[in-house]
């Protein structure tokens, strides 16, 4: 039971180059989310999305785009790398029709543009 | 819109000692409140929640926190730490009337648990 992956779990590029981040889930988990952690900020939402082709902007969408063509697989792209997207990013999954159900989160990934 | 607040970057407790890590939430409906755990270059890790019911709500490895409507507080406690328990803590609060289903989080607590 794999749960929540996502790779790769380190990336270095350059600034202005496209990076794709991979999110898989085997829950099946309707509810996924993308966050990114840098200190002093905590967590910050950038997109989620509430199933299959259904995503919306979170706090801080600008330079990110997402996309969800099966339940399992939420990937984060990163269309033009800028330096202060350097970051750690966290993706999570929650079960549906429960507002008060928790999130579980994947192990990140750590992605710094030089 | 809704908020929590964290407003201690460090809090440091002998091992042994009880802990308590500090959390106020700000939401315009029902809160619904959480708190997750991070150890060095992992995610987070749930540990518990309020929904309704109990003020006190006991979640894993021996934590618990305890809702306050009046003090609109979220405290995580554990009567006696371990050094395993220094980690990063993060409070997070969800709207129970929003549609939304995203968390906000707080900036995070570090523990340090000293031997």
């Known amino acids: 039971d794999a749960g929540i992956t996502q790779s790769p779990r380190y990336k270095i590029t350059e600034t202005g180059r496209q990076v794709t981040l991979m999110c898989h889930q085997t829950?099946?988990?309707?509810?996924m989310f993308w966050y990114r952690q840098d200190l002093g900020h905590g967590l910050r939402l950038i997109y989620y999305s509430a199933a299959a082709d259904i995503t919306d902007k979170g706090e801080v969408p600008d330079g990110y785009v997402v996309s969800r063509s099966k339940t399992e697989n939420f990937p984060l792209t990163l269309e033009s790398a800028t330096r202060s997207q350097t970051s750690v990013y966290f993706c999570?999954?929650?079960?549906?029709?429960?507002?008060?159900?928790?999130?579980?989160f994947g192990p990140g990934t750590r992605l710094t543009v030089t | 819109a809704q908020s929590v607040a964290q407003p201690e970057d460090q809090v440091n407790v002998a091992e042994g000692n009880p802990l308590t890590v500090k959390c106020t939430y700000s939401?315009?409906?029902?809160?619904?409140l959480f708190w997750y755990v991070q150890y060095p270059n992992r995610g987070l890790q749930f540990l518990l929640k309020?929904?309704?019911?109990?003020?006190l709500v006991k979640g894993s490895y021996g934590f618990e926190a305890e809702f306050n409507k009046s003090q609109t507080s979220f405290h995580l406690k554990k009567p006696s730490a371990l050094v395993s328990d220094s980690a990063l803590y993060f409070c997070?609060?969800?709207?129970?009337?929003?549609?939304?289903?995203?968390?906000?989080f707080g900036k995070g607590t570090s523990l340090l648990v000293t031997p």
């Open positions: 997070a609060v969800r709207d129970g009337t929003n549609s939304g289903y995203a968390l906000n």
């Open positions: 309020y929904i309704t019911g109990d003020n």
């Open positions: 999570a999954s929650s079960a549906p029709g429960l507002a008060g159900a928790e999130q579980y």
């Open positions: 829950w099946s988990h309707s509810y």
């Open positions: 939401v315009s409906g029902n809160p619904y």
